[in-house]
């Protein structure tokens, strides 16, 4: 389980067993800190029981803000099992593109590893809070989403988006032109683009998948070809919503017609 630091923590779970391994379900317990190495204190929030000897706690954002956090978990009964929990937080940088790891926050040097991307891993919770299906977001590993935002913002910068670079030494496409902020459009495609990279999506699969041939807007008129490559696959999109996304931005392209030789 991964977590940020600062940053709070609503419910982390935790059991509470008699030292014959009975779950304990009533009673006191009483949680305490250390960070980094400091003097041991109480959590500020009282641990409730949620059922069947699974506790909970709130962790605020303030309990979080250390490197390295130690936790510890006491029944006031007397017959327990001490529960003890070490976390090494990842921090995300503010500034909403680059991720460095906590101990190179605001002493990044020119030897330091960092990636750029369009959002934040918070903001992306945020988004996907207010979409269904996202499971597999959801129970993905802090670095597995890095990766997987790493990964939809470089399929996203190798499109051929309209204008210029609001400066030309920047890493990444956006902003673009008088912009000076990344459009949230972006940041959105990113997100969905994110999410189907952490499925089990299999590129060369989806390019041999039912394509739509031609499109009538008014008709209305849709012809369906197995033959044919849909357009965001074609340009290494593997997700409509990342495409209907970014295709405003896209400069007039000539359209290419690509099929499968059996």
Do not use: C
């Not at 956090?69 to 001490?82: K, M, Q, R, S, T």
């Not at 020119?110 to 959002?119: I, R």
């Not at 979409?131 to 996203?156: C, F, G, H, P």
């Not at 209305?220 to 070809?225: A, E, L, N, P």
Request: proline share 3%.
């Amino acid at each position: 389980m991964d977590f940020e630091k600062g940053v709070a923590v609503q419910g982390f779970p935790f059991e509470m067993i008699t030292k014959g391994g009975d779950p304990i379900t009533s009673g006191i317990v009483s949680g305490y800190i250390t960070k980094d190495g400091g003097t041991q204190e109480s959590i500020s929030m009282v641990p409730v029981h949620e059922g069947n000897g699974q506790w909970s706690v709130n962790i605020s954002a303030a309990e979080m803000n250390a490197d390295i956090i130690g936790l510890l978990f006491l029944h006031d009964g007397g017959n327990f099992v001490p529960q003890h929990f070490t976390i090494k937080t990842l921090v995300e940088a503010e500034g909403a593109t680059t991720y460095v790891p906590a101990t190179a926050v605001g002493v990044v040097t020119e030897d330091d590893l960092v990636w750029l991307y369009y959002g934040t891993q918070s903001r992306a919770n945020v988004y996907f809070s207010k979409r269904l299906k996202t499971q597999v977001w959801d129970s993905a590993l802090y670095n597995d989403r890095e990766a997987a935002l790493i990964m939809a913002t470089r399929k996203i910068d190798r499109l051929n988006f309209a204008g210029n670079k609001h400066e030309s030494t920047q890493d990444l496409q956006f902003p673009r032109g008088d912009d000076v902020e990344v459009p949230v459009e972006i940041e959105y495609a990113t997100y969905e683009l994110a999410l189907v990279l952490l499925g089990d999506y299999d590129e060369n699969q989806e390019i041999t998948s039912l394509g739509v041939l031609t499109e009538a807007y008014s008709g209305v008129r849709t012809t369906y070809d197995g033959t044919y490559v849909n357009e965001h696959i074609r340009a290494g999109i593997p997700s409509v919503e990342a495409w209907d996304f970014l295709r405003p931005f896209l400069r007039d392209h000539v359209q290419v017609r690509l099929s499968r030789v059996s």
